[in-house]
């Protein structure tokens, strides 16, 4: 199977096709995603929640993350992989250097981190020194504490403004993908049309370029609180392989995310 690039993302933008991706920890669950077809997974943080039973992120370490990437790589070697930068692993540049080697070393193709326009800095770091970035804005999990809970982002308009300048910044300083999570769809809608990289949404709407789901909320296997956005795909047929291929459809033919799942 031949490797997904971001330069295919870039090119899916382009030409306005819409695609699909999936948190994945293991390599079992990483190799039924990418025989299924979809093209970028990502270790998430959200393994303290989904894995290991925290009520946040924020315990993650960088070894944690180095671990379940070296299995996903082993189980999807073609796909486009994102590892996510733990909370406090990026607090410099030279911080953050050093976590993405680890993580790039453990097989991601690129890291993700949580944050706005004070990371210009770190972002042309990374990318001068060969890590491409992805940026995550809206609901960022790991800032849950200052956010007073897991709320819905830019709602007011100066919200929003600062939200659409922070990304613009982001693009200037080299990310090459963006996650923007939990905000109303036409301020994702602005925001994908404002930028030239990709956009992946997560409770952003159906206006993004490609969308993301954490793999337990596709299934219906998450613990408590399951996210207004989140839909079971397994649900129908019973089957993951089903469901998995279900996701992909929806997304590309834009039925998922539906208004149900959106916020405004
Ligand atoms: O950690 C994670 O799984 C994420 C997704 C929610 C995008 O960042």
């Known amino acids: 199977m031949k490797p997904t690039t971001v330069t295919h993302l870039h ?47 924020l315990p993650v370490t960088v070894a944690d993350v180095a671990y379940h990437t070296r299995a996903v790589r082993r189980g999807a070697p073609a796909c486009l992989l994102l590892a996510d930068l733990p909370f406090m692993s990026y607090a410099t540049p030279q911080l953050a250097c050093a ?14 981190l949580e944050g706005g326009s004070w990371l210009c800095e770190t972002v042309k770091m990374l990318t001068q020194r060969a ?3 992805c940026g995550h804005l809206g609901l960022t999990p790991q800032s849950v504490n200052v956010f007073g809970g897991y709320k819905v982002q830019g709602r007011d308009e100066l919200a929003a403004k600062q939200l659409l300048e922070d990304a613009q910044n982001l693009e200037l300083a080299g990310i090459q993908l963006l996650v923007l999570e939990c905000v109303p769809t036409e301020l994702a809608r602005k925001v994908t ?26 299934f219906g296997i998450t613990g408590g609180h399951t996210p207004k956005f989140a839909k079971n795909f397994l649900a129908q047929s019973g089957d993951i392989r089903s469901a998995v291929q279900q996701y992909i459809q929806d997304v590309e033919q834009g039925i998922y995310p539906a208004e149900e799942h959106s916020f405004n």
């Open 11 to 57: 090119q899916w933008k382009q030409e306005q096709r819409k695609f699909a991706s999936l948190t994945a920890y293991d390599a079992s669950f990483a190799k039924l995603f990418e025989e299924q077809g979809v093209k970028v997974l990502l270790v998430g943080d959200s393994l303290g929640m989904t894995l290991q039973g925290h009520d946040s992120t």
């Open 193 to 218: 049309e404002a930028l030239t990289i990709p956009v992946i949404g997560i409770g952003a709407g159906n206006a993004t370029d490609g969308q993301i789901l954490v793999m337990h909320d596709a």
């Open 99 to 112: 976590n993405a080697a680890e993580l790039m070393q453990a097989g991601a193709n690129m890291v993700k």
């Open 131 to 133: 890590v491409p970035v």
